[in-house]
Structures are given as C-alpha cells and as structure tokens.
C-alpha cells in the first residue's frame, strides 16, 4: 500500500513494478492525478467522471481504458443494481475507479495481501482477475433469479393466483436488464480475448477467452429464462381461463337443471280455472316426479354426453 502522490509517482519509477490505484469517487484532485502524475489522455481523464456510459474498450497506444458493469441483486421490487466500474490498465499499472465501493474490490483487495504473486504476474492478468469478477456478479445474480423462474413454474402448475403475473413480468424486466448489461462486454471481451493488444500477452488472452464465453452463456440463459417465463405466462392465463370455463360449465349445468321445475311450475301456477290438473287429488305428487324424472334424465344424458 502507498499513501500520497509522492509514494506513487515512486512507485511508478521503479522497474518490474506493478501498482493498482482503486479510487472511488473521484474529485479534482484525483483529477489532477489522472492527468499529472498518470499522464492520462484527456479523453481518458473526461470519461471517467461521465456517469451512465455503455460498456466499451478504448486503446491508447499500449493502454487500455474499459468500462464495465457490475449487476448485483439486492431484493425487493427494484431488484437489480448496477455499478459501473472504470478501469485503465497499462503496462505497470492499473486503475479501477468508481462511484460507490463494492464487495468485488474488498475481495479482490484481500486476495492481492494474501497473495503476493498476483501482482508478479502482470498488468494483463491483474486486469483479467478484475473483469472475471466483475462478470461473476453476473452470474450470481442469473442464480438467484433461476431460483425465483424454478419457483414460478411450480407455482403455476399448482396453485397460481394473480400476483404470479406481476412476479412474471419483474422477472422478465430483471432478464433483459441482465442481458442489455452483459451483451455490451461481449464486444470489450472479443477483442481481449483475440483482438491484436500490445499489453495482452496469448497467456491472457486465454483466460479472457472463458471469461467471453462464460458471457455467451449467461446471455443465452437470460434468453432461455425469458422464454420459460413467456410460457409459465400462458400456462397461467390458460388456467385462468380452465376455470373460468369450468364456473361456466357448472354455472350452465344448473341453470339447465332448474329449467324443467321453472317451466312446470310456471305452467301449473297460471292462474286459469279451467286447469284440469288443478283439481287432482295428487297432482303435486304428480308434479314432483315429473320433475325428479326429468332432472334426472338430463343428468344422464349430459353424462352420456361427456358434458360432465
């Protein structure tokens, strides 16, 4: 660890040495070290205190200047989180800024005190172990969501009920967040991992290269997720509608039942007096098991009908 401007224009004196600069929130004065001390271009220099840019490489001469971002899941309706990170890598040293800290850099952090030979080993790989990181996040946000899309799919099969859709469609919002962040490292990737960069060497290129395809694979699962929910979305309305058509279904059962009983009692309860029915002695007897008869001839034949 340095402290001070002076430690760190020393620092980058010294042959074979390697220095990484993790500055967050950057002000003037980390300003004036940019461009003073680290010598950076003014392009450079203006970019990092652009908030919101899209993912990209830039090389400057034998530097390198990357934007990527991080995407961590926290809960709640606004799930997602994305942090963007910074980084210049040159030849012996490497810069990561940022706006807010990050686990990502504590552990990185950690791992470097614990062990030494990860800054022996060059800036090219100092800067790949910052990008695998960066992407793990994504992968540890694909998990957690693949969890709540397996959950879902149980759900709708069992005993789905109106929140479902609004747990579908956040999950469909959190997919396509993951990939229209991840799709844009895939060309910053390409070109580390087989691009024609002075300050990779074929060692690094190898590593970026799984790092790439490990991108790949989380955008096609993010679209293979996308779909599964698509289809947990039909099955649900299907159900809805399953029901929907089965209230009906017995709703008009009973109706049709009822219909015999109204229509007689309707007949027999006119008030005309010359009804011969009228005056029987069991005519009510009469009327119930005309009733029952044709009640129970419908339900047979709406059985034999398959309507039941």
Known sequence: MVRGVEGIEALL?????????????????EERLFSEVFKLHPLVVEDIF????????DAYGDDLFSVFKLLDYQGGEDDLKITEVDIYASSNFVIT??????????????????NERMMSRGSDLLLHALVD?????????LDVLESQVDEIEETVLEEPDGDIVRSIF???????????VAGPQKE???????????LV??????????????????ID????NRETLSAALEVYFSSVSTKTNEVIKFLTFITVLLMPPTFLAGLWGMNFTSMPELNWEHGYLFFWIVTIITTASMVIFFKKKKWL
Do not use: C
């Open 170 to 180: 956040r999950l469909r919002r959190h997919m396509a967040m993951l990939k229209r």
């Open 50 to 57: 652009v908030e919101n840019q899209v993912a990209k490489m």
């Open 13 to 29: 004196a010294e042959p074979d040495t390697l220095l990484w600069l993790d500055i967050q929130a950057p002000g003037k004065e």
């Open 201 to 218: 060497s074929d060692r690094a290129q190898v590593y970026f290269r799984d790092i790439y395809d490990n991108v790949n694979r989380i």
């Open 133 to 141: 990181a960066a992407i793990d996040s994504y992968n540890i946000t």
């Open 97 to 114: 800024i940022h706006k807010q800290a990050h686990r990502v850099f504590e552990f990185l952090f950690s791992k470097v005190m614990q």
């Open 188 to 198: 910053s990737l390409h070109r580390l991992s087989r691009g024609n960069l002075t």
């Open 221 to 224: 699962i993010a679209d293979s």
